[in-house]
T-cell receptor, first 115, second 113 residues
Framework: DTGVSQNPRHKITKRGQNVTFRCDPI?????LYWYRQTLGQGPEFLTY????????KSRLLSDRFSAERPKGSFSTLEIQRTEQGDSAMYLC?????????????FGSGTRLTVV | TQLLEQSPQFLSIQEGENLTVYCNSS?????LQWYRQEPGEGPVLLVT?????EVKKLKRLTFQFGDARKDSSLHITAAQPGDTGLYLCAGRSGGSTLGRLYFGRGTQLTVWP
């Protein structure tokens, strides 16, 4: 297993366009998380899944954002009608829920630039 | 409002020096983790501390969790250029947000040769 994989690594899009990011977690990990990180800030929680169930969503996740994890494997994060304020690094992480607490394994992120 | 406050925000030192960075909160956490992040990459887990007063060592890095589980520190002995990076603390609280980690803004450490 090569860890958590995120694609694409970089995405430049025009304001108003829709974008979709993909995350492939470590195969045996049942929890998957999405975070957003802007310059000079720590990662901010967006949402997380346990298997295919989306268990929590942050208030940061407006109606323009949607995340899915069909079949409890890979996940996608879609942003509709992108705005300049959406420019950030989008990080995916996974973990195994056996005996809390456990740390996350992060992917390398998708850098989104909205122009 | 940041749940976890990290200090200092920036730290620039010479190789061989010792340093301590801090992570403070008014909230109690069931566990706390430290990550290191390099530019353009995701954070990498260094350690998880669970018990109040717990001390963990990872080579030249020493991590301590406060007795009240509200704060933590990271001490690096004889820093090396390879220690350069953004050090993030992250806490997990109980209740309905069991899955979520709250991150601080990080301490950007630069170690010069």
């Amino acid at each position: 297993d090569t860890g958590v994989s995120q694609n694409p690594r970089h995405k430049i899009t025009k304001r108003g366009q829709n974008v979709t990011f993909r995350c492939d977690p470590i195969s045996e990990h049942n929890r998957l998380y999405w975070y957003r990180q802007t310059l000079g800030q720590g990662p901010e929680f967006l949402t997380y899944f346990q298997n295919e169930a989306q268990l929590e969503k942050s208030r940061l996740l407006s109606d323009r954002f949607s995340a899915e994890r069909p079949k409890g494997s890979f996940s996608t994060l879609e942003i509709q009608r992108t705005e300049q304020g959406d420019s950030a690094m989008y990080l995916c992480a996974s973990s195994l829920l056996i005996g809390e607490p456990r740390g996350y394994t992060f992917g390398s992120g998708t850098r989104l630039t909205v122009v | 409002t940041q749940l976890l406050e990290q200090s200092p925000q920036f730290l620039s030192i010479q190789e061989g020096e010792n340093l301590t960075v801090y992570c403070n909160s008014s909230s109690v956490f069931s566990s706390l983790q430290w990550y290191r992040q390099e530019p353009g990459e995701g954070p990498v887990l260094l350690v998880t501390v669970v018990t109040g007063g717990e001390v963990k060592k990872l080579k030249r890095l020493t991590f301590q969790f406060g007795d009240a589980r509200k704060d933590s520190s990271l001490h690096i002995t004889a820093a090396q250029p390879g220690d350069t990076g953004l050090y993030l603390c992250a806490g997990r609280s109980g209740g309905s947000t069991l899955g979520r980690l709250y991150f601080g803004r990080g301490t950007q450490l630069t170690v010069w040769p």
